[in-house]
């Protein structure tokens, strides 16, 4: 259903890269859990036609779902001290915790460091990683790292039934 997923904590330059991977027929969707059921990106995926990929806020905090999902994998890192910043400067009152990035530390799969994403080698080896694809556009990936693009935290409007069905998921298989 998914073809991959890249694992981020908020304001962790996760919306850019979504951006980023897609192009031509790869659709890399921005914290779709916050809003799709995992059956709603079956049928998204299949109205595509192509490769779907997500980068995710929330599913790295449920490893053992992670591993239940069978496609390439990456984790986005940022030192929680400059998320919370980040978030301190949009207005939000959240705050991420270590034991959040521990959780992302823990799962193995190639790891990406904030001060990378506009390192054009190492995006394109993750982008080929994921996708099984050679080439990630360069001319795309120039004009992107010249941009500021994010969710603007007002239009953000999470559909938490879904989530909790996630997370109901989860505990029913992980949680003794």
């Known amino acids: 259903m998914i073809d991959f997923i890249i694992l981020a904590l ?10 980023l991977f897609s192009s031509g027929d790869v659709l890399c969707l921005h914290d779709p859990l ?21 980068v995710d806020t929330s599913l790295g905090l449920m490893p053992g779902l992670v591993d239940g999902i069978d496609c390439p994998k990456a984790r986005l890192m940022r030192p929680v001290a400059e998320i919370n910043e980040s978030l301190a ?12 990035t521990l959780r992302l530390q823990q799962l193995e799969c190639p790891r990406i460091e904030y001060e990378h994403l506009h390192d054009y080698t190492i995006m394109s080896a993750i982008f080929s ?48």
């Not at 795309?140 to 693009?149: G, I, Q, S």
């Open 89 to 100: 400067a949009c207005g939000l009152s959240h705050r991420v915790g270590y034991l959040e």
């Open 34 to 54: 916050s809003e799709h059921s995992l059956k709603s990106l079956a049928a998204r995926k299949k109205a595509h036609g192509g490769i779907l990929g997500v």
């Open 10 to 19: 908020p304001r962790s330059g996760s919306a850019w890269l979504a951006n």
């Open 129 to 176: 990683h994921l996708t099984g694809r050679e080439g990630l556009d360069k001319s795309r990936f120039d004009e992107l790292c010249k941009l500021n693009v994010q969710r603007h935290p007002a239009s953000f409007a999470p559909d938490y039934s879904n989530l909790e069905k996630l997370i109901t998921e989860y505990a029913k298989h992980h949680v003794t």
